[in-house]
T-cell receptor, first 111, second 115 residues
């Protein structure tokens, strides 16, 4: 049962433009959401998070938006850089328990 | 801090053999997680421990899989007997367990190939 879904397996963006990665979830109990970034041959690394009491969190070029009514969150990267090319995983958790991950979206930023 | 350490980094074995994956969490972290990454399902949580105690093993696919955490600095994931469909990258992650949605820190993973 995939409680966290990333429906786009891949995304290609031109350098300098905005990258938007989307994520949907089904469990309304989730109260904390995270984005992880993964390079080949490495483990995922934490990128940015948002609590369910907020609808936006910004950290430099990265902004995460949360729409609780739609059970949807998105990660915006602007401007995109070639070094942002990686697989991005959306994750959700509740009550500080285990985390559920989406299948990931491979982002390619072209120079 | 060396981060989460996993060994081996790569494992190639034949069907039917026993496989043991090892993990050393970050010192002071009291939660440990085992994940499996496949192309089809992405990152799947297999099992997690709090203070060395297994909390949720509902993600463990079959009885062929078992995990232990004998102390705060070591955990193993064992597959016996292994099958080709077990081929995947297995990640271990740890977390400090502080309230408020603490992030998990992942190891580099073990790429398992079962022939």
């Amino acid at each position: 049962d995939q409680q966290v879904k990333q429906n786009s397996p891949s995304l290609s963006v031109q350098e300098g433009r905005i990258s938007i990665l989307n994520c949907d979830y089904t469990n309304s109990m989730f109260d904390y959401f995270l984005w992880y970034k993964k390079y080949p041959a490495e483990g995922p690394t934490f990128l940015i998070s948002i609590s369910s009491i907020k609808d936006k969190n910004e950290d430099g070029r990265f902004t995460v938006f949360l729409n609780k009514s739609a059970k949807h969150l998105s990660l915006h990267i602007v401007p995109s850089q070639p070094g942002d090319s990686a697989v991005y995983f959306c994750a959700a958790m509740y009550n500080n328990n285990d985390m559920r991950f989406g299948a990931g979206t491979r982002l390619t930023v072209k120079p | 801090d060396a981060g989460v350490i996993q060994s081996p980094r790569h494992e190639v074995t034949e069907m039917g053999q026993e496989v043991t994956l090892r993990c050393k969490p970050i010192s002071g972290h009291n939660s440990l997680f085992w994940y499996r990454q496949t192309m089809m399902r992405g990152l799947e949580l297999l099992i997690y421990f709090n203070n060395n105690v297994p909390i949720d093993d509902s993600g463990m696919p079959e009885d062929r899989f078992s995990a232990k955490m004998p102390n705060a600095s070591f955990s193993t994931l064992k597959i016996q007997p292994s099958e080709p469909r077990d081929s995947a990258v297995y990640f271990c992650a740890s977390r400090s367990g502080l309230a408020g949605g603490g992030e998990q820190f992942f190891g580099p993973g073990t790429r398992l190939t079962v022939l």
